[in-house]
């Protein structure tokens, strides 16, 4: 296993809070921080551009108070995702922004652009940036990222099609990075599994959107709730990137979930509005396969308490059998 040196001895569960569009901000990441895992948020979701800077400032006060206040558990670092797409006119703008704040941690998501890399390296940052294949995952290493979030089957939001049992072996063979495992992570015993495959981190993002502190609609978060793995459908129609998303959102949306068409990559967008067909698509919610257990919407300091519990019962599990 191999920690960057950036959350060695930070991190209470070895756990990453997926950034996550419009539902994440600045209360849920300092949320999650607090909690003692890594909270992050995708920089578009800062808007106006200027705001993005605000955002910093605030996460960065409040977990400097909580940390005088709280020496024997201090806050975990926080994360800023970059989309890194040709038609994300913010990019290099948000980016010097995470360097004038000495942003910790750097997700990268599409293209992993060496710029990027440099820059967040300038000051001691490092970098983790998703993919969902070992060709890409190659792709980023020689970009000199220090981290590969491996998206795998069952991830919410863009997610790949590879077993996470296959893509985390093969990349492991040649990448001494960080490896941080996504795709249907909903509980501690999920986690406790990630790590048993060779992970160094548990990447979550679709648990952390019903709880009390995601800026996510409430329809969203009881649809969660009430939905299990039969309910996702995997689709590139609403971004032009295949991702799995909730069928009662798409019915609602009057379309039918098991009839959607492909979409138009040429017509991809990720510029100052964010997503492709933002307004178009705002009622389609992601979500992975892992929330057959979402049973409630807790705050997150009570939700990484109860992953912690099974996280714990799953390894005193595991030793008892051996």
């Not at 590879?162 to 986690?191: A, N, Q």
């Not at 979930?257 to 389609?284: E, H, Q, V």
């Not at 257990?293 to 799953?314: M, R, W």
Request: charged letters at 20%; aromatic letters at 6%; hydrophobic letters at 40%.
């Amino acid at each position: 296993m191999s920690l960057v040196s950036t959350l060695e001895g930070k991190l209470r569960l070895p756990v990453v809070g997926a950034p996550l569009f419009i539902v994440s901000g600045p209360e849920l990441v300092i949320a999650q921080c607090k909690a003692g895992i890594v909270g992050s948020f995708p920089a578009l979701n800062a808007r106006p551009q200027s705001m993005l800077g605000e955002w910093l400032t605030r996460i960065k006060d409040e977990l400097a108070e909580y940390d005088e206040q709280n020496p024997d558990s201090p806050s975990a670092p926080y994360a800023v995702n970059q989309i890194c797409h040709a038609s994300n006119d913010r990019l290099m703008d948000d980016m010097a922004t995470c360097v004038e704040h000495e942003v910790p941690i750097i997700i990268t998501s599409l293209r992993p652009p060496q710029e990027i890399v440099e820059a967040a390296h300038s000051y001691g940052g490092v970098v983790f940036h998703d993919v969902i294949n070992v060709k890409h995952a190659k792709k980023a290493a020689e970009q000199g990222v220090d981290g590969l979030i491996l998206v795998c089957a069952g991830a919410g939001g863009h997610a790949g099609s590879l077993s996470p049992f296959s893509l985390v072996r093969e990349v492991k063979e040649w990448f001494d990075g960080t490896i941080l495992l996504s795709g249907s992570i909903g509980d501690g015993h999920s986690i406790a599994g990630a790590l048993a495959m060779g992970a160094d981190l548990a990447y979550l993002g679709t648990r952390f959107i019903a709880t009390e502190e995601a800026n996510a609609d409430k329809g969203y978060k009881d649809m969660l709730i009430e939905s299990a793995a039969d309910d996702i459908v995997y689709s590139s129609l609403f971004t032009g990137i295949n991702g799995n998303y909730l069928k009662p959102s798409i019915a609602k949306a009057g379309l039918d979930p098991d009839n959607l068409p492909g979409a138009d990559k040429s017509k991809m967008n990720f510029g100052s509005g964010g997503n492709m067909k933002t307004k178009a698509w705002k009622d389609i919610w992601g979500s992975g396969q892992g929330i057959g257990g979402i049973s409630d919407a807790p705050s997150v300091e009570t939700l990484v308490k109860t992953l912690k519990n099974q996280y714990d019962q799953a390894f005193n599990e595991m030793v008892e059998k051996r």
